[in-house]
């Protein structure tokens, strides 16, 4: 890394000192290095040259053409195939099975250093996943740009529009005046930045889809260090937000076939972000009863009379997915109707259904849509129906000017969503607080900056009440896992464990550690978290662990998913726990993802990683007693195949 900075040092010398411009006989520099002092601390700028203002105008008026690294750009031919874990993916360079953050190389190198057997599972895998052919959805993408070409902000493509920015307040003006009033410039000017950065990211993405358009494409894909899978290249992706998405489909096409039709009006129902706990037969009633809404999406969405997708939770999906329902409808037999658009299944609050197998915990099982029910399950209005009964009984006992009276009417699933949804992974009591502080201010009901605190304060403690009661073999679990990474950490090693597909997990976070760097231009001062000749940090070590435990998890039954349903002869896409494939031939994916979990969860996980522990860490001469890491949570008695029959597990 040293010979990193040195060496980009030098190059950037050479860069200041040979870009230079002539101006009335005179030569300048373009760019030129120079101190600033930002937060008490003496940094280098490079800066530019005021000639650059009139260039960068000059510029403006003239056409150019992005220009992007091969790496940036999906692939226009098959992905070479993985043959060991840093050969594969793009045609002409070298790219790892295992992409790295901060410098962090041990997980890396633990890989490398693996037995070839160990390893050609998961090169496999990773073959399967990359094979998946997309094209672009080439209506949709010609409404985004429309949408892009309006300029400014877009509610539609989540860009804010800017505000306009108040002058500097005068002398004059009292501390508080001046208070607001420079508190006004500075959110002008980082909205009016938010734009500007949103708006490059959404230009990006839309030169690559031109350049791709009318083409099939491939996305080479890496996982991270818990084995989590990613594309590749940076821009166009399936892991985007809704525009990026919608404007992607699969390059081969399937017919419906007898259920592929009604599949589609379940996505759709999804994409709304309506009916979230209605049985199926209740969704597609609902779809049946606006079938003319939908056509008239189809024809033109920007009808000023078309409400139907303006509201919904993914609108550009909504959108294409209305495309298609209504030209399988036009085409007279919907079962010979040939489909490119991917249909999801997610699953219910995965990190939970990973909890409550690990627990064979029958109530949470029931709660997260692993027990088979006439209905979906909601954890998250469940959670919000416990908290609410709690708020009304406080409200009687403490009265009517109390903390629980003002909150009355705003307990709701989307108050307590992404609560219950990150807790799973760590989500710490400071950083729920400010989720709920978040969500009550965009409210806009309550004004006061304390009772928005103290509301906040009181919420996330009975959010974590609620769910202690709900997943009681969950936080069991979740005790013991930091429990067991709080002994590891205090004997001077970080976490590591091996996932159920057999790949060695480190977990990277050291002490922060910083050295001094003399380059040609000037001292640089480096700070790393992943040095592995510190100390492992024992507060991220322990925090990290349970969430990356189950991300594992995650990663594997997707990864044994995207096999399986390879072997099957069927297409397979992901965003880690939502699953995609055409819309005929979902119920042979939902039966492989079922099959998957059950078969992943029939190991004896706990048991292994806490034998794992002892073998690894629990050494006599670290003064533990011989259970330390056996004194494994009591299971439950739920019994995991009925996973194979819920319905709603993944839907």
């Known amino acids: 890394f040293d010979v990193k900075v040195v060496f980009g040092g030098f190059l950037l010398d050479v860069v200041l000192k040979t870009l230079q411009f002539k101006e009335g006989g005179d030569v300048h520099n373009l760019f030129y290095h120079a101190y600033e002092f930002r937060a008490n601390k003496k940094i280098g700028v490079i800066k530019t040259n005021g000639m650059m203002k009139r260039l960068r105008k000059l510029a403006e008026t003239q056409k150019s053409n992005a220009s992007f690294g091969f790496e940036e750009l999906p692939l226009r031919v098959p992905p070479r195939p993985w043959s060991n874990v840093l050969d594969g993916g793009f045609l002409n360079s070298t790219c790892s099975v295992m992409r790295s953050v901060d410098e962090a190389q041990q997980h890396v190198d633990i890989l490398k250093l693996a037995d070839e057997e160990d390893t050609m599972g998961l090169v496999d895998i990773l073959n399967c996943v990359s094979s998946t052919a997309w094209k672009i959805n080439e209506p949709m993408l010609d409404l985004i740009l429309k949408e892009f070409n309006r300029g400014g902000g877009s509610a539609l493509l989540k860009i804010p529009e800017t505000l306009a920015c108040p002058p500097l307040p005068p002398r004059t003006a009292t501390k508080y005046e001046q208070y607001a009033q420079l508190e006004k410039r500075r959110l002008a000017v980082k909205t009016m930045q938010e734009q500007h950065s949103l708006r490059s990211t959404m230009n990006l993405k839309l030169s690559v889809a031109k350049h791709v358009r009318g083409r099939a494409f491939w996305l080479p894909t890496s996982m991270d260090f818990r084995g989590r899978c990613y594309p590749v290249a940076p821009h166009l992706h399936h892991l985007s937000g809704d525009a990026g998405r919608a404007m992607m489909l699969f390059a081969r096409g399937l017919p419906l076939g007898k259920k592929g039709l009604d599949w589609l009006k379940v996505h759709?129902?999804?994409?709304?972000?309506?009916?979230?706990?209605?049985?199926?037969?209740?969704?597609?009633?609902?779809?049946?009863?606006?079938?003319?809404?939908?056509?008239?999406?189809?024809?033109?969405?920007?009808q000023s009379d078309n409400m139907l997708w303006k509201g919904a939770d993914k609108p550009w999906m909504t959108i294409a997915t209305c495309m298609d329902i209504a030209a399988a409808i036009r085409s007279g037999n919907p079962e010979t109707y040939v489909s490119y658009m991917p249909v999801h299944q997610d699953g219910?609050?995965?990190?939970?259904?990973?909890?409550a197998a690990l627990g064979r915990d029958k109530e949470g099982a029931a709660?997260?849509?692993?027990?088979?029910?006439?209905?979906?399950?909601?954890v998250y209005q469940g959670v919000a129906d416990m908290v609410e009964a709690i708020r009304a009984e406080d409200t009687i006992k403490q009265g009517p000017a109390s903390i629980p009276a003002k909150l009355e009417g705003l307990i709701s699933r989307k108050l307590v969503k992404q609560t219950v949804m990150t807790v799973v992974y760590g989500v710490t009591f400071i950083g729920a607080k400010e989720q709920v502080i978040?969500?009550?201010?965009?409210?806009?009901?309550?004004?006061?900056?304390?009772?928005?605190?103290?509301?906040?304060?009181?919420?996330?403690?009975?959010?974590?009440?609620?769910?202690?009661?709900?997943?009681?073999?969950?936080?069991?679990?979740?005790?013991?896992?930091?429990?067991?990474?709080?002994?590891?950490?205090?004997?001077?090693?970080?976490?590591?464990?091996?996932?159920?597909?057999g790949m060695s997990i480190i977990q990277p976070y050291h002490k922060a550690s910083s050295r001094r760097i003399m380059s040609t231009m000037q001292s640089v001062t480096t700070e790393?978290?992943?040095?592995?000749?510190?100390?492992?940090?024992?507060?991220?070590?322990?925090?990290?662990?349970?969430?990356?435990?189950?991300?594992?998890?995650?990663?594997?039954?997707?990864?044994?998913?995207?096999?399986?349903?390879?072997?099957?002869?069927?297409?397979?896409?992901?965003?880690?726990?939502?699953?995609?494939?055409?819309?005929?031939?979902?119920?042979i994916m939902s039966k492989i993802t079922r099959e998957q979990f059950v078969k992943l969860h029939e190991q004896p996980l706990i048991e292994e990683l806490g034998l794992y522990f002892q073998e690894v860490y629990g050494q006599p001469d670290v003064h533990w007693s011989e259970d330390e890491f056996l004194s494994m949570p009591d299971l439950g008695d739920f019994d995991l195949n009925r996973v194979k029959d819920s319905i709603y597990f993944f839907s």
């Not at 219910?348 to 909890?355: E, I």
Request: proline letters at 4%; a positive charge.
């Open 438 to 501: 978040k969500r009550l201010t965009s409210d806009g009901t309550l004004t006061n900056r304390r009772d928005i605190y103290l509301c906040a304060v009181y919420v996330v403690t009975n959010i974590f009440r609620a769910l202690d009661r709900m997943f009681s073999s969950a936080r069991q679990i979740q005790s013991w896992f930091l429990a067991c990474a709080d002994r590891i950490v205090s004997s001077g090693k970080a976490v590591h464990w091996k996932s159920p597909l």
């Open 348 to 355: 219910s609050c995965n990190g939970l259904q990973h909890y």
């Open 367 to 378: 709660q997260v849509n692993l027990e088979p029910l006439d209905s979906p399950g909601d």
């Open 528 to 587: 790393t978290s992943s040095d592995i000749t510190t100390k492992p940090d024992r507060r991220r070590q322990m925090n990290a662990f349970p969430p990356n435990f189950i991300h594992s998890l995650d990663a594997a039954h997707m990864m044994l998913s995207a096999l399986h349903c390879n072997w099957a002869g069927i297409t397979f896409a992901s965003v880690h726990d939502s699953y995609w494939t055409h819309a005929g031939t979902v119920d």
């Open 268 to 302: 759709l129902v999804s994409l709304l972000g309506t009916f979230k706990a209605a049985s199926f037969a209740k969704k597609l009633a609902y779809v049946n009863s606006i079938i003319p809404e939908i056509i008239a999406v189809a024809d033109d969405p920007f």
